[in-house]
């Protein structure tokens, strides 16, 4: 039996696919079942369909405790495998709905023509500013990331330019707040989890959260169809809205799943554990 045949018997084993769970399958496949007009909010980030090696030493990481298995497209493959799932992303978002697509720059023009091949709307073409890349000798150091928001009806798609901070609302230098936090470049830090168990890439929480809280109520449905390490499920669960996603890498979907079922942000590495004790993003007081 074929692997993708696999994935067809799991999706008919489940029937229905329910909210506030995740499936080891195939998401092309995984989101057929979902019917149309059911997801409020896409957060995702796809493979980028390049030579990445989840266990080399970025950051100097230490390899045992980055999970192995990370799936590649190959680069002939990127624009075809991009149309197949942005079509079914369009298929299933309400029209009050819409999507956060992050990416490098090597694939970008796959993703902006998929966008306009199937007349997704293009809100804002968002930039994302970490702290630091790698180190380079011959070009200069990408630390950036680009993220296209993007909806299916602009009338209509769901945002809250209040959510985070008031009108009037300034810092101690007297310059607003709001209209810093609105502005297209995103300085948010990576997370680096020194000690605990990780996948090779993850958005940081601040990231989504501000996604979330911009583009989403309590309740909605936030669908990623490539889940990794779960970020956008375990963040979108704390914040109290519902989610549903995918990830084919098995290794993956279960660290994602022990993180959800655990309500535990970061998983400490064996090693450590009877050292360290569960570390969760935000206390209950500190939930929206």
């Known amino acids: 039996m074929t692997e993708l045949s696999n994935i067809v018997d799991k999706v008919e084993e489940t029937e229905k696919l ?41 950051y100097h990481r230490t390899h045992s405790r980055v999970l192995e298995g990370y799936n590649e497209i190959p680069k002939e493959e990127y624009y075809g495998f ?20 992050f ?24 930039i994302w500013k970490y702290q630091f890349g790698l180190v380079t000798k011959r070009r200069f150091v990408t630390s950036h990331y680009h993220c296209l928001y993007v909806c299916k009806n602009d009338k209509k798609r ?5 959510a985070r901070y008031g009108k009037e609302e300034d810092d101690a230098e007297g310059k607003s707040l ?3 936090d609105k502005e297209d470049v995103w300085i948010i830090k990576r997370e680096y989890w020194t000690g605990d168990q990780k996948t090779p890439t993850k958005l940081p929480a601040e990231l989504i959260k501000k996604i979330l ?46 993180r959800l079922e655990g309500n535990i942000y970061r998983i400490k590495d064996e090693e450590e554990i009877k050292k360290h004790q569960r570390l969760t993003l935000f206390d209950k007081k500190g939930r929206k």
Request: charged share 25%; hydrophobic share 40%.
């Open 158 to 162: 769901k945002f809250f330019p209040y």
């Open 18 to 58: 329910e909210f506030n769970k995740i499936y080891n399958m195939d998401c092309i496949v995984g989101m057929k079942h979902i019917p149309d007009n059911t997801i409020d909010l896409v957060i995702t980030d796809p493979p980028f369909a390049i030579d990445f090696k989840a266990k080399r030493n970025n």
């Open 213 to 258: 809280q911009y583009s989403s109520e309590k309740g909605d449905v936030v669908l990623d169809p490539f889940l990794g390490s779960g970020q956008v499920a375990v963040v979108s669960k704390l914040l109290n809205r519902q989610y549903i996603g995918f990830e084919i890498v098995k290794e993956y979907y279960e660290f994602a799943n022990k």
């Open 178 to 180: 709001h209209y810093k």
């Open 103 to 126: 990416s490098g720059w090597n694939n970008l023009k796959d993703i902006l023509t998929a966008i306009d091949e199937l007349r997704f709307i293009t809100v804002n073409h968002i």
């Open 82 to 101: 991009t149309i197949k799932w942005m079509k079914e992303v369009y298929r299933v978002l309400k029209d009050s709905g819409s999507m956060y697509v």
